[in-house]
C-alpha cells in the first residue's frame, strides 16, 4: 500500500484548504483511513478518521465544526476539508491507512510522505 498526500500550502488565519491523499490496490475499501499532524517539536496527534465501510467519521476535538474528513472510494482518495484555519492548525499533515478505527497513530499500518499546511495569522 502506497499513500501519496497533496494539498498543502500557505493560507491565511481563517482560510481553506484541502488535503487529498490517494492510496493504491483499493485502499480504502480495505483500511480505516486517518490524518494526523504533526508541528515542529511536537508529537503526532490525531486529526480525523473515516471507517472504511460505513463512513463513519471522527475528529479531534481541536478541529471538530471546522474540519471535514470524506473519500471517493472510486478514486481511492480521502480528503480533508479544512475551513477557518488557525495559526495552531500550522503542521505537517499525514494521511494514514489502518485495520481499524483509531485515534492512535500505532494502530495504523501504512503512511503517506505528509504535507505542510501553514497557517500566518
Known amino acids: 500500500v502506497q499513500l501519496q498526500a497533496s494539498g498543502g500550502g500557505l493560507v491565511q488565519a481563517g482560510g481553506s484548504l484541502r488535503l487529498s491523499c490517494t492510496g493504491t490496490d483499493r485502499t480504502l475499501s480495505i483500511y480505516t483511513m486517518g490524518w494526523f499532524r504533526q508541528a515542529p517539536g511536537k508529537e503526532r496527534e490525531f486529526v480525523a478518521a473515516?471507517?472504511?465501510?460505513?463512513?463513519?467519521?471522527f475528529y479531534a476535538d481541536s478541529v471538530k465544526g471546522r474540519f471535514t474528513i470524506s473519500k471517493d472510494d472510486r478514486q481511492n482518495t480521502v480528503f480533508l476539508q479544512m475551513n477557518s484555519l488557525k495559526p495552531e492548525d500550522t503542521s505537517v499533515y499525514h494521511c494514514?491507512?489502518?485495520?481499524?478505527?483509531?485515534?492512535?497513530?500505532?494502530?495504523?499500518?501504512?503512511w503517506g510522505q505528509g504535507t505542510l499546511v501553514t497557517v500566518s495569522s
Open positions: 473515516i471507517t472504511r465501510t460505513t463512513g463513519t467519521t
Open positions: 494514514a491507512a489502518g485495520p481499524r478505527s483509531s485515534l492512535y497513530s500505532p494502530d495504523y499500518s501504512y
